[in-house]
Structures are given as structure tokens and as C-alpha cells.
């Protein structure tokens, strides 16, 4: 029996620096079509999650600069589920804002939060095991958090160490470590013992509610309302206390400093598009290696293990490159090497500095 209590927020505020030059301030990679698909990244995220959760339960968090990009790439969302936040404090606080927002809608709900950058290969699966994660956290006030297998030592991802077994593909979380160096990524993979955390969260809202005051502190007033409130009230409680939230992240808040966390392992085929590198992993790929996004015509000469994503229609000419990223998009051309998933940020963060901000 489908239970009407299940709501899914997706996390759509963030500027995805790691994704540039596509990626950029004023329209950051969620609402980007970054595999020639004709559905954005936010769009493929919402047609996902609303096969098995009505859209009036899904609500988009996102920065308040990009309402309009949501409402034109989702028309058929009421506009009371876009949650805005007025400045961008990661996915912590978001979340926390909107699993209160839901609680007051109704006191039995089952949250999941969704990034929209991800990347799913078997979405029946999806949907099957992400409704059973919804079942757990329906009978359990406790937080549930997705992983899959750890396959290779990556040091873009956080690597969840299961601990004691609950059930079949279910685990305590015994530890938690964000974006390793390589030799304990190895070490961590090496061992059996971890997953790979995908971002994706469950829990319900008494559970939520009951750790608000020791995982975000600030945002305890808006918690505490029990009645509905009209949107200009609860957007007057959102500018007041919002901005004093401390900028973190959902994965540190819930993995790191959470007692009551389990861990599912999941097979549904899962990548995070936060970074060319990982970009790269799931594209096809020609017999050297090489990878092109979207409708580009490249010609690879003496070329290995590339990534190239330029604007659409737009023909290069690339010799003797192995292992970069050659991408281009309105004013700005990087081409740099593609092992490091930090190095981009690290580049646009300099950019602003010596360019400055049309640039980024």
C-alpha cells in the first residue's frame, strides 16, 4: 500500500564551483543539461523522485536567486514547494528548514533528501529500494543514509564504515570520513568494511525535530512553530534566524555527529556529477579512452583519456593531450589535467581574484 506521508526535499541551491566553466554563479549545474539529454539536472532528479512520490510532496530547496530557473524548468510545481534560502549555508541547514517546513504540513511524514546532481543508471531499482528505506524510517526514529559499494580508492567521495548488522544490507554507522587522502581511501576500500556515501538521506520528522537543537542550533525558532504559518511569516522567521546557521554540510551534520544513523547498502548505480573527474567515469568513452559531452565534434589526434565538453555545435581539433579536461562555455576556455577533483575550484577561485567576477 503507497503510504501518503512520504515527501522528498531536493537540494538545488548550491553554485557547483567544481563543474566550471559550465557550471557558473548565475546558473549553476542543476539546471544544466549536461548530458544532451533535453532534461536538466534538476529535471532528470524531479522525474526520478516523482515516480514514486507525488509532486505536490516534493519540495525544491534552492537559493533564492534561482526561483525563476526552478519554476521555468519545473512548471507544474506549486509554487509553495519551492523552499528558498537567502543565503547559501551548504545542504544542513536547508534541510533542516524544510523537514520543518513539512512537519507542521503533516506530523507523520518520512522525509528523503535528494541532491539534484546525481547520476542513477537503474531507476526501477531506485525506486524499489529507496521505497523500502522510506518503510524503515517510518517504523524507526532514526536517520537512514544511502551507500553503495566502494569499488576504487576515490578521494571525491565520503567513505561510510558500516558497523554493527541490523538486517540484510542494513549496518549502525560505525564511522564516518569525508574525501580522504588516496592511501586511506585504499586502505578504506581495501578493508570491505565501507561504502561510499551518496548524499541521499532519510528520516522522519519526530526525528528530525527531536536532534534540531544539537545539530542546528539556530534554527530551533522555526522548529519549534507547531501551527502553519502564511508564507510571509515563515519567510520573516527564515531572514531572521537563517543567516546565523552555521555553513555545513547534511553528510558532516547527520554522519558525523549523529548517534542514532544506519547505512543501506544500495545497487541501483549511482556517480556524483559534483566534478569533472567524476563526470568523466560515467561517460562513454571512445577506444583511447577519450570522452566528449553532448553534440561537440571533436577530432582526438595522439589523444588519450579525455574529457571535452564545449557548446553545442562548436568542432575541435585536440593533439596530444592525456588525462584533461578541455571545457568552454560563454567566455571562459579551461583546459587543465582531470585527476584531481578539487583542482577546478581551486582554478575559479583564482580566476575570480585575477579576472573577476564575469568570469565566474
Known sequence: MENNSNYCIIMAGGVGRRLWPCSRKAKPKQFLDFFGTGRTLLQQTFDRVSRFIPPSHIYISTFVEYTDLVNEQLPMLPAANILTEPVQLSTAPAAVRASAHIAVRDANAAVMAVPADQYIVDTDLYEQQLRDAF??????NEFLAIGVRATEPNT????????????????????????????????????GEFLWNTGLFLWNVHTMNERIKTLIPAMTPQAAESTPLTPQEELDIIIEHYPSTTHSSLDLTILGHSEKVVVRECTFGWADIGCWPE???????????????????????????NLVRLPSGTAAVIRGLDGYLVAASDNVLVICPNDDPALVRRLVNEAQVQLGEDFV
Open 135 to 140: 518503510r524503515y524510517v517510518h517504523d524507526h
Open 279 to 305: 563526470l568523466y567515469q560515467v561517460e562513454e568513452k571512445d577506444a583511447d579512452g577519450n570522452a566528449v559531452i553532448c553534440d561537440s565534434r571533436v577530432m582526438f589526434s595522439a589523444c588519450r583519456n
Open 156 to 191: 571525491g567521495y565520503g567513505y561510510i564504515q558500516r558497523g554493527e548488522e541490523i538486517s540484510t544490507n542494513l549496518c549502525r554507522v560505525k564511522s564516518f570520513t569525508e574525501k580522504p587522502d588516496i592511501e586511506y581511501a585504499r586502505m578504506f576500500v581495501e578493508s
